[in-house]
């Protein structure tokens, strides 16, 4: 048996229950194969692949809080600390019901890549709770975030681990977290990103992820002597990464004609109105069945149905695996040319593949979705220097962040052979930089 195949069967049989976890290991683990074989016999004596596969530390901790009507409410807490080999461990919040560990294990595991792919000194790690923000009040809210920042604020901070928000975790959550550390602590210090401008956070960082995705895409298109323009595009999802990857699409010249939440789908033919969707989803924390009040020409339909729209360009932005290989079946037989990652493994491996087979571009996410983490590191140096950027200052080193990581995975995957696959080519460039700082750092 391979050293690979070795230690996939061993993550398996020691993390029963974590199919994600499971899923995220062998994409990665499989892709690397002719690095792992070019090396085989150092990297078996210094145990590198069981190093990166376990984090350094995982959390879980109980979070109890009080509801409006007094009645006292338990959720589960998570941190993974997952590899801190290039930096201090960097990722996201999650607050869903799904949420579990094997959810935040798998996150983290594609931080630890997505991070290195960045070019900035971040290493990975993700955490949240099964706690649901949706439809508690913001006193809810904040009690359930201070008592989870007060058990949390033990093991972070701004050189040792800055959290950010995810899906369920906006500026309302980090403002409350960051609010509890400090009184906690003491310390008023970079570590959350993600804040309000008026207490150090960063203009753009709402909008990177989704910018950083188009950004992506344009650049890609780019060396393939095409262009955004003209180009209809699907997207999936209404939060913070759909949103912004639509306002962005538009000012490249695409045309982005669907959105959806976790209820159902909206299709508007002349173009998802974006004002509309970021009161509703932005102001209104409302449902997308409310579109049609502001667009009675669009269609809503429950449930899913997205990439059954006939699209150019494929966004998914949503969340993992909503993208399925009947899915990439309609995408293939409707001529869609590109799928782009913007939400974290949104896409399952038997639709990866078939999209790569019938020769569809594939962006993986932990490229194409950098944007956010990469802004996020910006925030934590203008924290460190005491200093805020402008908007254009941000947004000009967020495009040369994508653009760099767009010809750092095309390089990787020309390198070994594999020219146009960016799955591979993204996982081996994130992958080479940890390893050499891990070996660089000794046996830890």
Not at 126 to 139: I, L, T, W
Request: charge should be negative.
């Amino acid at each position: 048996m391979s050293y690979v195949d070795e230690v996939i069967a061993r993550v398996v049989k020691e993390n029963p229950n974590e199919p994600e976890f499971h899923q995220a290991v062998k994409e990665v683990l499989n892709s690397l194969r002719p690095v792992v074989d070019a090396n085989e016999e150092k990297f078996r004596r210094d145990a590198v692949l069981e190093r990166i596969v376990n984090p350094e530390r995982q959390l879980k901790f109980r979070v109890s809080w009080v509801d409006d009507n007094g009645q006292v409410q338990v959720n589960t807490g998570y941190r993974v600390q997952f590899n801190s080999a290039i930096g201090p461990y960097k990722g996201g919040l999650r607050l869903h019901p799904s949420v579990n560990l094997g959810i935040i294990k798998f996150l983290g595991f594609e931080q630890i890549f997505k991070n290195s792919l960045t070019g900035l000194p971040i290493g990975g790690g993700k955490g949240g709770s099964d706690f649901d923000p949706k439809g508690k009040s913001d006193r809810e809210v904040m009690a359930f975030c201070q008592s989870f920042m007060t058990e949390l604020c033990k093991y972070i901070g701004a050189d040792t681990d800055v959290p950010a928000g995810d899906i369920g975790t906006g500026a309302r959550e980090i403002g409350y977290m960051f609010g509890q550390y400090k009184r906690i602590r003491g310390l008023y210090e970079g570590v959350l990103t993600g804040k309000g401008l008026s207490y150090g956070g960063s203009l753009a960082r709402k909008e990177a992820t989704g910018y950083g995705l188009l950004y992506i895409v344009q650049e890609m298109l780019k060396c393939h002597n095409d262009t955004l323009e003209g180009k209809t595009v699907i997207v999936s999802g209404a939060g913070n990464v759909a949103t912004y990857a639509i306002e962005k699409a538009y000012q490249l010249g695409g045309k982005p004609v669907t959105c959806s939440d976790s209820t159902g789908w909206v299709y508007d033919p002349d173009g998802i109105d974006l004002a509309a969707l970021k009161e509703i989803k932005e102001v209104k924390r409302a449902r997308l069945t409310e579109y049609r009040n502001y667009r009675p020409n669009a269609e809503y339909h429950e449930g899913r149905g997205v990439w059954s729209v006939k699209a150019d360009i494929a966004l998914p932005c949503a969340t993992q695996n909503e993208l399925n290989l009947d899915d990439a079946k309609t995408l293939v037989a409707n001529g869609c040319k590109v799928v782009a990652e913007g939400a974290n493994m949104p896409t399952t491996q038997e639709a990866t593949d078939y999209l790569q087979e019938n020769g569809i571009i594939f962006l993986p996410g932990k490229a194409a979705n950098a944007g956010g983490v990469a802004t996020s590191a910006l925030e934590m140096s203008q924290n460190s220097e005491r200093l805020s950027w402008s908007f254009d200052e941000v947004d000009k080193k967020l495009q040369g962040i994508m653009a760099n990581i767009y010809h750092n995975i095309d390089n990787a995957a020309k390198k070994y052979g594999f020219e146009g696959n960016y799955v591979v080519g993204a996982n081996i460039a994130g992958f080479e930089k940890v390893v050499d700082a891990m070996q660089a750092q000794g046996i830890v």
